[in-house]
T-cell receptor, first 115, second 112 residues
Framework: QQQVKQSPQSLIVQKGGISIINCAYE??????FPWYQQFPGKGPALLIA?????SEKKEGRFTISFNKSAKQFSLHIMDSQPGDSATYFC??????????????FGTGTRLLVSP | KAGVTQTPRYLIKTRGQQVTLSCSPI?????VSWYQQTPGQGLQFLFE???????NKGNFPGRFSGRQFSNSRSEMNVSTLELGDSALYLC???????????FGDGTRLSIL
């Protein structure tokens, strides 16, 4: 019940196209859903996050769509650029009684944006 | 504002040895958590410290331990190293209270 399932495992998109990565979860106690971007040799960097009280959040070219009833959320990258080529991780967490958000990560999607 | 700093960036050890990794959180952040990243298991939570106390622990053997100092800096120790401990060890910090976690670039540990 703690798993977060992420798909696809890898994705190739042409420059200017839309990249879409999907995640699904089971634990209805999850109340925080961040997306991280990781470049080779670097740690994951927080990209955008959403809480279940909204169905969509947009920051620049990045949008999270959230479907609470289906227990699914997705990342859309509009106008994808070669510089977006990286591995993307979705995550989910619930606020523990200690005040900590223990992150459960998806397995990652390797995105390649071709020039 | 400086980000999360992890040292060293790379380590090579042999089986049976022990290792200590260091993490300096973002200034003002009191929560420090550690994660292990491997190709097979992905990103897995090790433990979290807040105000020098371990508040949360993942499903790792007792060979993995940590501590946090009064300035919020944290260290992670792995004793009796095994080949399967080869991984990227990531540290993340947050102010606490459910705030977002920000990761360092990790320490790449290789066990020969």
């Amino acid at each position: 019940q703690q798993q977060v399932k992420q798909s696809p495992q890898s994705l190739i998109v042409q420059k200017g196209g839309i990249s879409i990565i999907n995640c699904a979860y089971e634990n209805t106690a999850f109340d925080y859903f961040p997306w991280y971007q990781q470049f080779p040799g670097k740690g994951p960097a927080l990209l955008i996050a959403i809480r279940p009280d909204v169905s969509e959040k947009k920051e620049g070219r990045f949008t999270i769509s959230f479907n609470k009833s289906a227990k699914q959320f997705s990342l859309h990258i509009m106008d994808s650029q070669p510089g977006d080529s990286a591995t993307y991780f979705c995550a989910a967490s619930s606020l523990m009684n200690t005040g900590f958000q223990k992150l459960v990560f998806g397995t990652g999607t390797r995105l390649l944006v071709s020039p | 504002k400086a980000g999360v700093t992890q040292t060293p960036r790379y380590l090579i050890k042999t089986r049976g040895q022990q290792v200590t990794l260091s993490c300096s959180p973002i200034s003002g952040h009191r929560s420090v958590s550690w994660y292990q990243q491997t190709p097979g298991q992905g990103l897995q939570f090790l433990f979290e410290y807040f105000s020098e106390t371990q508040r949360n622990k993942g499903n790792f053997p007792g060979r993995f331990s940590g501590r946090q100092f009064s300035n919020s800096r944290s260290e992670m120790n792995v004793s009796t190293l095994e080949l399967g401990d080869s991984a990227l060890y990531l540290c993340a910090s947050s102010p606490g209270g459910g705030s977002a976690q920000h990761f360092g670039d990790g320490t790449r540990l290789s066990i020969l």
